[in-house]
C-alpha cells in the first residue's frame, strides 16, 4: 500500500511539473499586464489603446478554468504509465485512453455537483481533478483486465487506435457510470468558508486576532502549495474573503490578517519567501537542475511569480523543502508584524503598489522610508540563510541521484551493446542523460577538454615498436566516462564523425612531437569505429592531418574496431580503399570474437589483427581460447600480417602468447596508458628498446 501511495504522490507531482508550459503562459501574461512600471503601462495604452490587456485577462482566465481538467487527465496518464511497474504487469490500457476516461468522469462529477463548475479554479476542483485522475486509472486498468467487458472481441490485426478505442469503450462506460453515482451520492462540498468564520471569530473574541489570522493564513497557504494547490486562491473565498483588514493601518484594530504586509514582506518572491531559496541555491550550488531551474526561475521571482520554482524544482510534494518553505514565512510574518506592530515601519495605503512589484522598490513605496526597504533586505538574508542547509541536503541528494541515473545508464548501455534502438532514442532516464552526454561531448569536442592517453607496445624481444591511443573524458559532474559509453553515445548521436577526426588529429600532432624528440620509429595506432567508414571526407581529414604535421602514413596505424558491423556497401568499399591509398596501415581490433571478422579480412588489406583482449585474457586456464589464439597466429602467419596480444597482464601469459606465435605484445605487463607527457619519460627509460619497423 505505501508504494502504491507513493506512486500516487509521483504521479501527482509529476503532473503539476507536466503543466508548467500552461504556467509559462500564464506568467509570461501576467508579467505583461502587470508589470510595474507607470511610464510602461502609459506607453502601452497610448501604442495599444485602452483594451489592450482584456485578451491577456483572457488568457490567464482559461489558463486557470482549464487547469482542472487537464490535471484529471494528466494525473491518470501518469499513474496508468507507472503502475505496470508496481504491479509487475504489462501495460493493458494505453495512457491516452486513461486521460479520455479521465476527462469524462470529470465531467460528470463537477456537473453532477452542486456549487461545481468544470470550468472554474478553485482549491477544490484542484481536489476533484487529482482524485478523479487517481481513481481513474486505478478503475481502467482493473476494468480493462475483465474478459466480458472486450465485447467486440477484435482481431490484434485491427488498426491500433480503432482496436483500443473499441475495446475500451465499455471499460470507460462503466467507469463514467460509476463517476455519476459518486456525484449522485454527494449533496455538497466541504464548507471550508464555515470552518473558516469559526476560526475568524475565535481569533478575533481573543484579541490578538491579526496575529492569529496572519498565522493561519500563512500556514494554510504554504500547505497547500506544498502539495500543489494554489492556497491563494482557497483564502481569497474563505468566509467571503473575510480574513482579511480592508488597510493595513487599520489592521490590528480589526484583529484580520494584513494583505499588503503578507504580499510584500513575508512572500517575498512569492510563496514561501522563495526569493531567498533562489539565493540559497545560487551560493551552494554551481550545475545541476537545482541551478538550472533557479535561473530560469529569478525574473518571474524578482516579480513574486514563483510557480515555475514550486513546480519545476519542484517544492511540491518535496520533502526536503517541507519544513523552511512553511517556518521560514511564519517566521518573516512575525519579524514583520513586530515592525510594524513597533513602529519600525509604517505603511500608507496611498500607495499604489501592485503585487508584481519587485521587493525594495514595494518596500520603499509602501514606507515612504529607507526603513521598508531595510527590512526587506533583512528578511531576504534571513530566509536565504535558512534555505541554505536544506539546499544543500537537497544538492547532496540530487547528487547522489544524478550519480545512480548515470551508473545505470553506463550499466545498460555496456550490457545492451549494439542494438537496433539507438540509446539517445530511449525515452526513459537512460535516454535522456544520453541526449545530455551527447550534448556536452559536442562542447567537449569543440574545447578540446577531452585527452588521449597511450599504451605501449612491445615486440618478442620486449622493444617499443608503437603506442595505441585511447580516449579520455573526465566528465564535470559524472566524473570518469567509459570508452564504451562514449563510443555508443557518439555513434548513436552521430557525433562520431567529428570524435573520429578529433582523435587522429591529437595522434598526429603528438606523432609529430615524438618525432621531433627522435622516436619517429614509433607507431601510432588510432580506433575507429565502422560507422567512420560512412564518412566520405575520412581519407581526405587523414591525409590533411598527416601532411599538417608532417609525419609519414605509414607512421598511423587505423584499429578498425566491432562496436558494430562494418556497412556492406559500395561507399564503404571505397572509402577502405582510398585509406589504403594514403599509406596509412589498417588492422582489425578485436579479432575473433566481432560480427564477422574473417569476412572483412577479404574486403580490405590489413596490416595487423588484435586479438580480442577476452580471449587473451584466460589463455592459461582456458583451452578453447588457447586453441583460437594458435588459429588466429597461423592465420596471420600465413597472410602476412602482425598478430597483437592485447590484455597481457603476466610475464607467464606473454611467454605463452609469444610461444603460440603472436608478434606484439600491449598490456600492463608493460604498461598502463600514460599521459603523452610521461610517455618520453618512458621512452626515454626504455631507450635501447626502441625498434624500427616490424616484420614477419
Known amino acids: 500500500m505505501k508504494a502504491r501511495l507513493l506512486l500516487w504522490m509521483i504521479a501527482t507531482r509529476n503532473s503539476f511539473v507536466a503543466l508548467l508550459p500552461l504556467t509559462f503562459l500564464r506568467v509570461i501574461a501576467e508579467l505583461i499586464l502587470n508589470f510595474p512600471w507607470l511610464y510602461y503601462q502609459q506607453s502601452m495604452d497610448h501604442w495599444l489603446g485602452s483594451d489592450w490587456r ?357 550499466d545498460t548501455i555496456i550490457k545492451v551493446g549494439n542494438t537496433k534502438q539507438k540509446i539517445v532514442t530511449r525515452q526513459d532516464k537512460v535516454g535522456m542523460i544520453a541526449r545530455d552526454l551527447a550534448v556536452d561531448m559536442q562542447n567537449a569536442i569543440r574545447q578540446n577538454s577531452l585527452t588521449l592517453v597511450y599504451q605501449p607496445k612491445h615486440d618478442r624481444q620486449g622493444h617499443i615498436v608503437g603506442v595505441e591511443a585511447l580516449l579520455r573524458w573526465t566528465h564535470p559532474r559524472y566524473g570518469f566516462i567509459s570508452p564504451i559509453v562514449i563510443i555508443a553515445v557518439a555513434e548513436d548521436s552521430e557525433l562520431i564523425h567529428h570524435l573520429g577526426r578529433w582523435v587522429i588529429k591529437q595522434a598526429c600532432a603528438c606523432k609529430a612531437r615524438w618525432n621531433t624528440a627522435g622516436y619517429k620509429a614509433l607507431t601510432v595506432a588510432v580506433n575507429i569505429s565502422p560507422l567512420q567508414l560512412t564518412d566520405k571526407d575520412l581519407p581526405f581529414y587523414i591525409t590533411k592531418y598527416i601532411n599538417d604535421y608532417g609525419i609519414e602514413a605509414e607512421e598511423l596505424e587505423l584499429e578498425i574496431t566491432e562496436s558494430s558491423e562494418i556497412p556492406d556497401t559500395n561507399l564503404t568499399d571505397l572509402i577502405l580503399q582510398q585509406l589504403v591509398e594514403t599509406g596509412v596501415h589498417l588492422a582489425m581490433d578485436d579479432f575473433g570474437m566481432g560480427y564477422s571478422s574473417l569476412l572483412y579480412m577479404r574486403r580490405f588489406q590489413v596490416n595487423a589483427i588484435k586479438i580480442d583482449g577476452s580471449i587473451t585474457r584466460d589463455v592459461l586456464v582456458n583451452d578453447t581460447n588457447a586453441d583460437i589464439v594458435r588459429t588466429i597466429c597461423s592465420l596471420g602467419k600465413a597472410q602476412k600480417v602482425h598478430v597483437v596480444a592485447e590484455y597481457v597482464e603476466t610475464k607467464e601469459q606473454r611467454e605463452v602468447l609469444s610461444e603460440m606465435g603472436c608478434d606484439i605484445f600491449q598490456g600492463y605487463y608493460h604498461s598502463p596508458p600514460i599521459a603523452e607527457t610521461d610517455c618520453q619519460d618512458y621512452f626515454q627509460l626504455h631507450n635501447g628498446l626502441v625498434q624500427g619497423k616490424l616484420s614477419i
Not at 531576504?380 to 539546499?391: G, R
Request: charged share 10%; glycine share 6%; with cysteine.
Open 54 to 410: 482584456e485578451p491577456l485577462r483572457q488568457i490567464i482566465d482559461n489558463s486557470f478554468t482549464l487547469f482542472g481538467l487537464l490535471l484529471a487527465a494528466i494525473v491518470s496518464a501518469q499513474l496508468v504509465f507507472r503502475l505496470p511497474s508496481l504491479t509487475k504487469q504489462r501495460q493493458i490500457a494505453p495512457p491516452l485512453m486513461v486521460a479520455l476516461s479521465a476527462v469524462i468522469n470529470y465531467l460528470i462529477i463537477t456537473v453532477s455537483l452542486p456549487n461545481v463548475s468544470p470550468v472554474e479554479f478553485s482549491a477544490e476542483i484542484i481536489i476533484i481533478g487529482i482524485v478523479i485522475g487517481l481513481f481513474s486509472a486505478e478503475l481502467m486498468l482493473w476494468a480493462a483486465k475483465q474478459s466480458y467487458l472486450d465485447w467486440l472481441n477484435l482481431p490484434v490485426d485491427s488498426d491500433t487506435t480503432f482496436y483500443h478505442a473499441m475495446r475500451l469503450s465499455p471499460s470507460i462506460i462503466l467507469n463514467g457510470l460509476v463517476f455519476f453515482s459518486i456525484g449522485m451520492l454527494l449533496s455538497s462540498t466541504p464548507e471550508f468558508p464555515e470552518v473558516t468564520r469559526w476560526i475568524i471569530d475565535w481569533a478575533q473574541s481573543d484579541g490578538n486576532g491579526t496575529w492569529i489570522l496572519s498565522t493561519f493564513v500563512v500556514l494554510v497557504n504554504q500547505l497547500f502549495w506544498f502539495i500543489g494547490l494554489h492556497g491563494s486562491v482557497f483564502l481569497q473565498g474563505a468566509a467571503d474573503g473575510a480574513l482579511f483588514a480592508a488597510s493595513t493601518v487599520a489592521g490590528f484594530e480589526s484583529n484580520l490578517a494584513l494583505p499588503t504586509m503578507l504580499s510584500n514582506f513575508v512572500l517575498i518572491g512569492g510563496s514561501g519567501a522563495t526569493l531567498g531559496l533562489l539565493i540559497a541555491i545560487f551560493i551552494v550550488t554551481r550545475r545541476g537542475s537545482q541551478n538550472k531551474i533557479a535561473k530560469i526561475s529569478i525574473i518571474p521571482s524578482l516579480f513574486n511569480i514563483n510557480d515555475i520554482l514550486i513546480y519545476g524544482l519542484p517544492i511540491v510534494f518535496n520533502p526536503f523543502y517541507l519544513i523552511p518553505f512553511v517556518l521560514i514565512p511564519l517566521l518573516l510574518m512575525l519579524i514583520s508584524l513586530l515592525a510594524l506592530q513597533f513602529g519600525f515601519i509604517t505603511i500608507y495605503e496611498t500607495a499604489v503598489v501592485s503585487w508584481t512589484t519587485p521587493p525594495l522598490l514595494s518596500g520603499w513605496l509602501l514606507t515612504e522610508s529607507w526603513r521598508g526597504v531595510a527590512l526587506q533586505i533583512l528578511l531576504i538574508a534571513l530566509s536565504t540563510v535558512c534555505y541554505i542547509p536544506f539546499v544543500r541536503k537537497a544538492e547532496e541528494k540530487r547528487h547522489q541521484h544524478a550519480m545512480e541515473a548515470f551508473q545505470l545508464t553506463t
